[in-house]
């Protein structure tokens, strides 16, 4: 067996840069008839992802339902929900091949403004797991092999339902514009840190001192959305719930009020009755 070489030519000669490759090989075999030889080849494996220092992107978006079948793109932006609408955020590591890559959730809050340390805030998430503080809990999605993303491990999903900034004085619902914010970061897995995160119903506090150690020590980025804004009719509607009660109340002290006034007049009349009867007698 002999492998030809490659002839470069040119227009004074020719070249090439390869030897001449033979093999012999012989087969032997007892016998008088013929035997088919088979021959199987195999590839070789392809090589693991190299891991290199470069640019690492992570990205936060809203998709518009929970599904996650779509996204708001930034020409969409300020998004418009209604109170305890679904919002569904999408953390993803971008422009990434490396399997073993893991993202990690820290906190997620909202502010009113496009700071993350505007005030006020509300955590949607706190070392990854649902802020117990809320009365509607934010829900985690599983991101597995059936989603059908090529890298599962990049991604992380949760929802929440969409609530409005109260004013705490004058107890009414602020029409503002809410953003949220994240805080992530991508590890591979150690003997030190696994980059799993596991939400128990009850942390004790050495678990939640040790799962925030954890998250110190990665190296976080911060990210943000872009707006999303509270349906204004939605805002005036929950204004005039939280003063329906103080109207009634006013509208049952004049009521009262009125009642008292006819019964007065009610007895003033009946005691004077009399009078003009003994004078009409005398007449």
Known sequence: MSAAITVSSGPEGSITRDSVYKLFFQCTYSGSQDVQVEAEVYTVAPPLPVVEQGPFNLELVIATDPSYGSYYVDADYPVTKTLRDPVAVEVHIMNRTDPNLVLTLG?????????????????????????????????????????????????????????????????????????????????????????????????????????????????????????VVIEVNQVQSSRLKQEA???????????????????????????????????????
């Open 107 to 227: 906190d997620c809050w909202v502010t009113p403004g496009p700071s993350a340390t505007s005030q006020p805030q509300w955590s949607l998430l706190v070392n990854g797991c649902p802020y117990t503080g809320d009365n509607y809990l934010t829900s985690l999605v599983t991101v597995d092999s059936t989603s059908g993303l090529a890298y599962p491990s990049h991604y992380k999903r949760f929802v929440f339902e969409m609530f409005a900034f109260v004013d705490p004085a004058a107890r009414q619902a602020l029409a503002e514009k809410i953003f949220i914010f994240c805080v992530a970061a991508a590890c591979y897995p150690s003997a030190t840190d696994p980059c799993t995160q596991s939400c128990p119903a009850r942390r004790s506090g050495r678990a939640a001192d040790k799962l925030a150690q954890i998250a110190l020590s990665r190296k976080n980025v911060l990210l943000h959305s872009g707006p």
């Open 245 to 283: 009660p103080l109207l009634s109340g006013y509208l049952v002290l004049v009521a009262a009020a009125a009642i008292f006034l006819v019964v007065i007049i009610l007895a003033v009349l009946a005691m004077r009755r009399p009078n003009w009867q003994k004078v009409n007698r005398n007449m």
